[in-house]
Nanobody, 116 residues
Framework: QVQLVESGGGLVQAGGSLRLSCAASGTITSIKAMAWYRQVPGKQRELIASISNYGTTNYADSVKGRFTISRDNAKSTLYLQMNSLKPEDTAAYYC??????????WGQGTQVTVSS
């Protein structure tokens, strides 16, 4: 079992920055990769960034060049640096861990609101 706790969300003006954190605990060695998703009410959860255990990253086109995913393995923490934020980035942001045996763990989510 892996437990994930996100933090760092909040209200920011358009053009501003925020850094989200996701602290992992439990059976950390079962994590194959980690990712950030976001969800707007009434829409499907969207994968926006992922990072493998080897450090390979991938981004959705909507955030490429503005967001950076990283992980500190010593602290078992995942980060999402978000720059040049836009009102359309407003969403609940979720951390996910892809585990061995094809299961996933999810955090509780943190709200990001970008005002125009």
């Amino acid at each position: 079992q892996v437990q994930l706790v996100e933090s760092g969300g909040g209200l920011v003006q358009a053009g501003g920055s925020l850094r989200l954190s996701c602290a992992a605990s439990g059976t950390i060695t079962s994590i194959k990769a980690m990712a950030w998703y976001r969800q707007v009410p009434g829409k499907q959860r969207e994968l926006i960034a992922s990072i493998s255990n080897y450090g390979t990253t991938n981004y959705a086109d909507s955030v490429k060049g503005r967001f950076t995913i990283s992980r500190d393995n010593a602290k078992s923490t995942l980060y999402l640096q978000m720059n040049s934020l836009k009102p359309e980035d407003t969403a609940a942001y979720y951390c996910a861990a892809y585990l061995l045996h094809n299961s996933n763990s999810w955090g509780q989510g943190t709200q990001v609101t970008v005002s125009s």
